[in-house]
């Protein structure tokens, strides 16, 4: 008895990290060279290569990432020369940083939270773990990876004297808690396996960019590229982030040509009739609708939101103008206040932290999880839930 209860003392609750839009490691094979300057890839990290970032081969790297609808399917598929998959599910090679050049690293990802763990006590694959997932498809994922991630969550609450586990989502990762928490798993299953949630910087409300990159066909971080839509309108990751329709409601997010407002529920119909998103693009983009119709629902476990409100964001356009004005809220330059707060306003047993910091350097989408702040809000939610 003296044992066991020594082996739960020293033991750590086991924690599980879930990536964002473009923020999983993709690793594989390209076999076709769709431009002449395009490298020979074979069983080689591809997103994100700093190798791509000189041109003109950045335009081999958006290739490599699009996806291409399938009638027979009903759904989207990679390219057949192209094979990319996440690398080191369970582990965290495949979240930690964003970028690679061989073993160089520019761009942290969870690295800075990983190592705060770590001075804490934690250990990879033994009470904190990765889990990343192929953004380009949205939540629409194989069930098989959903069976997968399942397995994760009860590996780590058995090989941790059945602790409870804790779930963490930065931005798209924490639309994937609320999907899997909300909709896919019994009550039953989350109650015995799931401790909490933590959502920094939660994505599940939508974004503005997701509109701006329908219109524009440009990626906002490179739209120096010039129009991408084979890219851009293609990833399902990003046609998942359209502003919520029951968040937003009748909120004015820009106007139309004639003048009348534009709310989120219009979005999708006025980039058809504009021309904006055509052909199988509609289809790539009505796949994912369900996730942004109806509102996220209310976890089943205790939940913490983290988020900034005090950056100019993007709602929308305003189409009067003949440059197209944009038309700011408040966010963190990539997610707006609105899915956060309506967390914080409408959901129970939920507690939140609102940076409301107007700090662009440290305090954007993705800088917010550096945040020491943050980073102290998330080890002590850890350790006195």
């Given amino acids: 008895m003296f044992q066991i209860l020594l082996t739960l003392a020293s033991s750590k609750k086991p924690v599980i990290l879930l990536p964002g839009l473009i923020s999983s490691v993709l690793s594989g094979d390209v076999t076709k060279k769709r431009y002449w300057y395009c490298p020979n890839v074979k069983d080689q990290q591809v997103w994100f290569n700093d190798d791509y970032v000189l041109p003109p081969t950045y335009y081999c790297l958006l290739d490599s990432v699009r996806l291409e609808w399938d009638d027979k399917l009903n759904n ?57 997932f192929d953004w380009r498809f949205g939540l629409n994922l194989p069930q098989d990876f959903y069976n997968q991630f399942t397995a994760l969550v009860e590996q780590a609450y058995t090989t941790n004297q059945n602790q409870k586990v804790t779930l963490i989502g930065h931005s798209m990762g924490g639309f994937f808690i609320n999907h899997y ?23 599940f409300g ?70 904006y998103l055509t052909g199988d693009y509609i289809k790539i983009h009505n796949k994912m609708k369900p996730f942004f119709v109806d509102a996220p629902p209310q976890p089943p476990v205790p939940s913490a939101v983290i988020y900034n409100s005090g950056l100019p964001t993007i709602q929308g356009f305003d189409f009067r103008t003949k440059d197209r004005e944009m038309v700011f809220g408040g966010g963190d330059m990539m997610v707006n206040e609105e899915g956060p707060e309506y967390a914080c306003n409408n959901w129970k047993n939920t507690s939140c932290l609102d940076l409301k910091s107007a700090d662009l ?19 002590n939610w850890i350790k006195n839930f």
Wanted: proline letters at 6%; a negative charge; aromatic letters at 10%.
């Fill in 76 to 132: 989207t598929k990679q390219p057949d020369y192209v094979n990319l998959s996440i690398v080191d599910f369970g582990g965290l090679n495949g979240i930690n940083n964003i970028d690679s050049l061989g073993d160089t690293h520019f761009v942290p990802y969870y690295k800075v939270l990983v190592d705060r763990l770590i001075q804490e006590g934690y250990s990879e694959r033994v009470d904190l773990f990765g889990a990343p």
């Fill in 181 to 203: 928490l909300g909709r896919l798993m019994p009550k039953e299953w989350t109650e015995k396996y799931i401790e909490s949630a933590i959502f920094v910087a939660p994505a």
């Fill in 206 to 275: 939508g974004s503005g960019i997701a509109f701006e990159t329908q219109v524009t066909h440009k990626l906002p971080w490179l739209s120096i590229l010039g129009e991408l839509p084979e890219t851009v309108c293609s990833i399902q990751g990003i046609h998942i982030h359209m502003p919520n329709h029951v968040i937003f409601g009748d909120k004015t997010l820009g106007y139309k040509p004639d003048g009348q407002p534009l709310v989120a529920r219009e979005m999708t119909d006025f980039l058809i009739n504009q021309g």
């Fill in 361 to 379: 350097k440290n305090d954007n989408h993705l800088t917010i999880i550096y945040n020491k702040d943050v980073l102290e809000f998330i080890v």
